[in-house]
């Protein structure tokens, strides 16, 4: 007898292995310093210990693409639950650079599993407008986890606790997914001859898969390069940095959860278009603003790239359904290298915004501020690009079902 899929407890365990990821972001990023102090590590060696997250994210979320057909999303979540496990005791453990550069790694290993697992999982539960209601639920754990771990690794450290004590807390969500999906029946595959890899070779070769990778480039780069630069920027203006990040995340969390409603009347074209627009004016704003009025640009900005990774996702599911589970993996993939090769160029504008305004005279706050604020303005390029791209997508896809409707009559 076939055991039944509990498709609630499998959402929820997927919800909280994103929460792991997201606690593995937010947290480690809260701990740095005291990992740089405890272990007299450099900025540079403290970057090198935070790209072995965004390395060890693609390089599983595109090999579990690959072999998500053969050997299912349960072995895939049973290696993301002993990656975790392996990262999270090791960092606890650490004796130095090494130690840590290799927990990180398989942190960032087990968190691509999760994407790579979780993704086509609900996309085979559900169809249709709930499909992408319940990616787009699904993701606002990212945001809402990196709230909550910037709170909880705020409050820890404030009170006190060591860096060690934080590290434990990831392993309460970790624990937690497991136990839920132990013993559970998991979907097969919703779309017909889906799980051969030469029919996902072959879909991803179409017009509209090469369209949304290289969109996915661009959207990844406008939601985390921006987050990342516009808080050291914002620093120098009067604002917060961190009360900007907690804001983007939570108005993303949020925006997440009534995902359902906006795809439904906008579509998934509409809403990518509309998500560019608020992007880009957003952006702009960081690098013109001061003050409170960052938050204004905040929430602007957090409404414009909220949609844009569980659409993508949800895009290529439902647009391209034959490049299946791999499809999925390498759009997200994608986004990861794209934010990784993006990062050094960012920061090539920074050096030479920098040496120029220091040649006009300006030092201390007001060199960091105008440096940032020209490196933002340049930043809105990807957005703006993706204005035009969408609005191409948009008449694209209106005119394919326009044709369908038509040849069906």
């Known amino acids: 007898m076939t055991q039944a899929i509990n498709r609630t407890a499998l959402f929820n365990a997927s919800c909280l292995a994103l929460i792991t990821t997201a ?13 740089g102090e405890d272990f007299g590590l450099s900025a540079e060696q403290l970057g090198f210990i935070n790209s072995m997250w965004f390395l060890g994210f693609p390089i599983s979320m595109i090999l579990g693409g690959i072999f998500y057909h053969s050997v299912g999303p349960k072995i895939i979540m049973n290696i993301a639950f002993v990656t975790h496990t392996i990262g999270i005791l090791m960092t606890v453990f650490a004796d ?3 130690t840590l550069l290799i927990s990180t790694l398989f942190i960032g290993f087990g968190n691509g599993c999760t994407e790579a697992a979780c993704n086509p999982m609900i996309a085979d539960m559900y169809t249709g407008v709930k499909m992408n209601k319940m990616l787009n639920r699904f993701h606002m754990w990212f945001p809402g986890g990196i709230v909550l771990g910037s709170l909880i690794s705020k409050f820890m450290t404030d009170a006190g606790f060591g860096w060690e004590s934080q590290i434990w807390i990831m392993m309460i969500p970790t624990v937690a997914y497991a136990v839920i999906f132990f013993g559970k029946a998991f979907p097969k595959p919703s779309v017909e001859g889906v799980t ?6 072959k879909a991803m070769l179409s017009p509209v898969f090469i369209f949304l990778f290289i969109c996915m480039s661009l959207t990844a780069i406008t939601e985390f390069g921006t987050q990342q630069w516009a808080n050291v920027v914002l620093g120098n203006s009067g604002a917060s940095g961190m009360l900007i990040l907690a804001l983007t995340t939570g108005v993303m969390a949020v925006a997440r959860f009534f995902a359902g409603p906006v795809v439904e009347k906008l579509g998934q074209t509409g809403v990518l278009l509309g998500g560019a627009v608020l992007a880009t004016i957003g952006v702009y704003l960081f690098s013109i603003v001061e003050g409170p009025m960052a938050y204004a640009a905040a929430i602007i900005f957090a409404l414009g790239v909220a949609y844009f990774w569980p659409v993508m ?8 359904p034959l490049s299946g589970a791999l499809g999925m993996s390498i759009i997200g993939g994608v ?13 090539g504008w920074i050096d030479s915004a920098r040496a120029s305004n220091l040649a006009e005279g300006l030092e201390g706050a007001a060199l960091e501020l ?18 035009v791209l969408f609005i191409i997508f948009f008449i694209w896809q209106k005119n394919i079902k326009s044709a369908k409707i038509v040849t069906a009559h």
């Open 23 to 35: 606690f593995t972001f937010a947290i480690r990023a809260g701990i740095l310093p005291q990992l």
């Open 96 to 98: 130095g650079y090494t």
């Open 196 to 201: 051969s890899l030469s029919s996902n070779f």
């Open 313 to 320: 996702v949800g895009a290529v599911a439902q647009r391209v």
């Open 335 to 347: 986004g990861m290298f794209s934010t990784a090769i993006w990062q050094p160029i960012i920061g």
């Open 370 to 387: 105008a440096t940032g604020q020209e490196t933002l303005l340049k930043l809105t390029t990807f957005p703006a690009i993706l204005i």
